[in-house]
């Protein structure tokens, strides 16, 4: 069974651009979740699609929006990028509902880099 | 609010030392339990899980018990290796609640 695949794995942007990241789930997953990794903050939870509805979000401003598509697949989209964006993005795509819902499985992430 | 503590690294061990990494939660309701590796320049591996209390999960050497009376899920290897160095996260999950908190990650160095 394929793993969580992320595009791109490297992407570098300029302030005030924008940027859309990709997550295709393991096959019969359809819950995804996003993370924001850097050295100082640690990681932090974005938000998490289930069934294409946001289903939970963390404390990051609207610049920062997401969707999931009927095959479960998600884009995240930051706007009006910032030099503090610069982090690794992690998804993580999980069943979502019924036994063993709650494990999650982490794609290689992509690491943003705003100039 | 929920949270998690990990002990702050970075741990440095010598191979086939005994390794311990502590992690304790705070949580509303019963969450499932959950250590993740993350090797330099990857994502995190799921590495064991515990989903109710007194569970214990397993992997690759390591252990670690779901112990609701001490909020805690401690990390355990009996002998570690060079190759296990890597950073370790502690995290805590509710089914259904779609939302997961982790630990600020523990790096761990083991020297041959």
């Known amino acids: 069974k394929a793993g969580v695949t992320q595009t791109p794995r490297y992407l570098i942007k300029t302030r005030g651009q924008q940027v859309t990241l990709s997550c295709s789930p393991i096959?019969?997953?359809?819950?995804v979740s996003w993370y924001q990794q850097t050295p100082g903050q640690g990681l932090q939870f974005l938000f998490e699609y289930f069934s294409e509805t946001q289903r939970n979000k963390g404390n990051f401003p609207g610049r920062f929006s997401g969707r999931q598509f009927s095959n479960s697949r998600s884009e995240m989209n930051v706007s009006t990028l910032e030099l503090g964006d610069s982090a690794l993005y992690l998804c993580a795509s999980s069943l979502g509902e019924g036994q063993g819902a709650s494990e999650q499985f982490f794609g290689p992430g992509t690491r943003l880099t705003v100039l | 609010g929920d949270s998690v503590t990990q002990m702050e690294g970075p741990v440095t061990l010598s191979e086939e030392a005994f390794l311990t990494i502590n992690c304790t939660y705070t949580?509303?309701?019963?969450?499932?339990l959950f250590w993740y590796v993350q090797y330099p320049g990857e994502g995190l591996q799921l590495l064991l899980k515990?989903?109710?209390?007194?569970d214990k999960g397993s992997n690759k050497g390591f252990e670690a018990t779901y112990r609701k009376e001490t909020t805690s899920f401690h990390l355990e290897k009996g002998s570690v290796q060079v190759s296990d160095s890597a950073v370790y996260f502690c995290a805590i999950r509710w089914s259904g609640g779609f939302k997961t908190i982790f630990g600020a990650g523990t790096r761990l160095f083991v020297k041959a």
């Open positions: 515990a989903t109710k209390a007194d």
């Open positions: 949580a509303t309701g019963y969450p499932s």
């Open positions: 096959s019969g997953h359809r819950s």
